[in-house]
């Protein structure tokens, strides 16, 4: 089948290499001119796992291709519309000027008969008006929202957990539906569940899982601030609750909270979208949860000073991560670099080491000491702050190698991700966020 994908920023980059892998035939389209011609020469903009292999196979094949030209998008059977829908300046709501644009610079090369994907992440309704913009051209839109992890997006658009397409119930919906199903028939027929909604309800189910799992997320940070309060242990907490099949236990790791240019962005606009339909006492709790994950931050900062004896100017503190999560070079609201500018504020002479995110957090935060060894970072510290999970932190470094590197053995752990028996075995002076 042939295949754009309008927008070559983290998603359509990633949703291009993955479609050309099975067998499609696309072209990725972005204004970017620099991006295009880096992912035309293979370079992946972004970190993530798989990537660089994908665009290597795709661009050798000749199955994939870029390209800055929106004309080059004439003759696709389908067209996936993967453009970014940042927070509008000065408020919550979702900015969707890239998707118009998309839309519009779209339709004069579009034919009866074609397929536009939407797959941004939309306020409930803005399918309805954008298909309204499609309609005299003979094509159908539809929306297929996308459900990716960073680190994992490669597997979950190649092996996701659903597929939502959400269509008109009319001729030209069952047809549209019927070509993405085409599309995906490679993880269908793999056991991929496939469900077929209205468009207002294929919105919704991406806004309401990240606030569902937002929601998650800040609930046992919230237990953890009992927990500190109480004398109570969350990690144990956790443990019990999960036992709970209604439960469950990933993502009930107390730390310090969400970040990336997804969650906290996605449940902000949904909120305000929320407002604008009348029904925003609905979701008023997003509000709190969004209030209790940036308090979590500051909680960790406090746990350092704490451990310092109150005072952090001048003392040398190794920070573990940059990136918001693991496997991943984002550092878009990252509580873990959060956390470092509010040390250096303080006095303390930082050191951020990360495996992927270097360059990107030296740019943003050049305030900020480096080091791209993490052993380098270690040397000489008074403590240590895990603020992102990489496996090099939480699984990789032994509480006996780290203690002959540092000069103070001052550990907090904000992941909730070191075994804080063998730390404090090793002479550590461990803290974590709800830990007794």
């Known amino acids: 089948m042939r295949m754009s994908v309008i927008g070559c920023g983290y998603l359509g980059a990633v949703h291009a290499a993955a479609m050309a892998s099975i067998g499609h035939d696309v072209v990725g389209i972005d204004v970017d001119e620099r991006k295009i011609a880096a992912l035309a020469s293979g370079a992946a903009p972004f970190f993530e796992p798989r990537l660089p292999e994908l665009l290597a196979e795709g661009l050798g094949s000749g199955r994939l291709r870029f390209s800055s030209q929106m004309a080059d998008a004439e003759g696709a059977q389908v067209h996936f519309v993967a453009v970014g829908t940042p927070q509008v300046a000065g ?7 890239f998707v118009e644009a998309a839309v519009d610079g779209l339709r004069p090369h579009l034919r009866p008969g074609d397929v536009v994907a939407g797959k941004s992440t939309v306020p ?57 199903r085409d599309a995906y028939a490679q993880a269908i027929d793999a056991g991929t569940p496939f469900l077929v909604t209205d468009l207002a309800t294929a919105e919704l189910v991406k806004g309401a899982a990240n606030a569902f799992l937002a929601t998650k997320i800040s609930f046992i940070n919230a237990m953890a601030e009992i927990a500190e309060a109480s004398g109570a242990d969350v990690a144990l907490l956790a443990d019990a609750l999960g036992y709970d099949t209604r439960i469950g236990r990933r993502y009930l790791g107390a730390g310090i909270g969400f970040g990336g240019g997804c969650l906290p962005k996605d449940i902000r606009s949904f909120a305000a979208r929320a407002d604008e339909l009348g029904r925003g006492e609905a979701v008023g709790f997003l509000r709190e949860v969004d209030a209790i994950n940036l308090r979590r931050r500051e909680r960790a900062v406090r746990l350092v000073v704490d451990a310092l004896g109150g005072l952090v100017f001048g003392r040398r503190i190794a920070v573990l991560g940059a990136a918001f999560k693991p496997f991943s070079d984002d550092i878009r609201d990252s509580p873990a670099l959060d956390v470092a500018v509010r040390l250096r504020g303080l006095g303390a002479d930082v050191v951020v080491t990360d495996p992927a995110a270097i360059d990107n957090a030296s740019a943003a935060h050049p305030q900020l000491g480096y080091a791209r060894d993490r052993d380098e970072a270690l040397r000489d510290a008074d403590a240590i702050v895990v603020v992102t999970e990489w496996d090099e932190y939480r699984r990789d470094l032994s509480p006996e190698h780290a203690g002959a590197l540092v000069r103070g053995r001052v550990v907090v752990d904000g992941r909730s991700c070191l075994d804080a028996a063998a730390w404090r075995a090793a002479g550590w002076q461990y803290h974590g966020l709800g830990r007794r």
């Open 124 to 180: 409930v309704g803005t399918a309805a008006r954008l298909a309204a913009r499609v309609i005299d051209t003979g094509a159908t839109l539809v929306w297929n929202p996308e459900f990716l992890r960073e680190g994992w997006a490669v597997h979950d658009t190649l092996a996701p957990d659903r597929l939502v397409v959400g269509a008109e119930q009319d001729a030209d919906g069952g047809r549209a539906v019927a070509v993405l």
């Open 91 to 97: 408020g919550h709501a979702a900015d969707l000027r």
